[in-house]
């Protein structure tokens, strides 16, 4: 669990979240607060906000698998940065055990694109054959090679759990993210028990968690959960987009060495919860 007091918040089910706060076109913010800030400015949120609950759990583990090349083209084309870009990963829901595989790309005219397809847990950390036709298709509809896709491979894994909030007139969302740890292939983990990533999502104009986040005194950031972790992970990579962090909230959390992660158990029948 998160240790962070959402209580006093009302629940709201998947489906309501999706059908009152889709939030199609938006506005997202990232912020990296201390845990204890962080539970001070959630208690300056308005009463009426609500919290996705699911069978009385109000925050759920996640685990992300990203894939790059062995020259780390989707990193280094986020570090430089350049027009044509992608991510992609898998996504696990631990609770249900679902997973997903998502391809995150931009072209040349700078619009993001997103899609997902459903996937198997058991295949999460490596590319299927039709993994990587998904994949092909997503590099080239942007000007990338498409053989690249060929090239992938597991890079980084993360794990974290969120709460998702919803504000009362479900004009904006905001997810909180705790317990952080990257796990690298090369052997290191890092993690930041005492950080949290809150991200907040609304229409063109800030919202109320975004002005409760600045009266506190904090401000949005640039952080990517892959290509900041891989930078943090090893110093001899491209770190400029993220300097601030890794000389700051990042710069006392040392990496370390890790034994393979063991995989997720199957576990009892859990709505998938995915609306973050």
Request: with cysteine; charged share 30%; proline share 5%.
């Amino acid at each position: 669990m998160t240790g962070l007091a959402l209580d006093r918040f009302d629940a709201v089910d998947l489906e309501q979240l999706i059908a009152e706060a889709a939030l199609q076109t938006r506005v997202d913010r990232k912020y990296v607060v201390p845990r204890d800030d962080a539970q001070r400015v959630i208690n300056t949120f308005d009463p009426r906000t609500r919290v996705l609950d699911t069978q009385g759990v109000r925050d759920f583990g996640y685990e992300t698998v990203y894939f790059d090349t062995p020259d780390l083209l989707s990193f280094r084309l986020a570090a430089q940065p350049r027009r044509r870009r992608f991510k992609i990963r898998s996504r696990t829901y631990v609770e249900s055990g679902s997973a997903y595989l998502e391809l995150k790309t931009r072209g040349a005219r700078s619009a993001t694109v997103k899609d997902r397809i459903e996937y198997r847990v058991a295949d999460r950390r490596i590319l299927t054959d039709d993994a990587r036709s998904y994949a092909a298709d997503g590099l080239d509809a942007i000007g990338i090679d498409s053989a690249r896709a060929d090239d992938l491979h597991m890079r980084l894994t993360t794990r974290y759990r969120r709460a998702t909030l919803v504000a009362s007139d479900g004009s904006a969302r905001s997810t909180i993210d705790t317990g952080l740890e990257w796990r690298d292939v090369s052997g290191r983990t890092l993690a930041v028990p005492g950080l949290t990533i809150i991200e907040t999502k609304s229409g063109s104009a800030a919202s109320d968690f975004d002005r409760a986040l600045w009266r506190a005194g904090h401000r949005p950031v640039r952080i990517s959960k892959y290509a900041t972790g891989l930078a943090a992970l090893h110093p001899d990579l491209p770190r400029n987009k993220w300097s601030r962090l890794l000389r700051g909230p990042l710069a006392d959390a040392a990496p370390r060495p890790h034994t393979d992660p063991a995989d997720i158990a199957d576990t009892e029948e859990t709505p998938c919860v995915h609306a973050a």
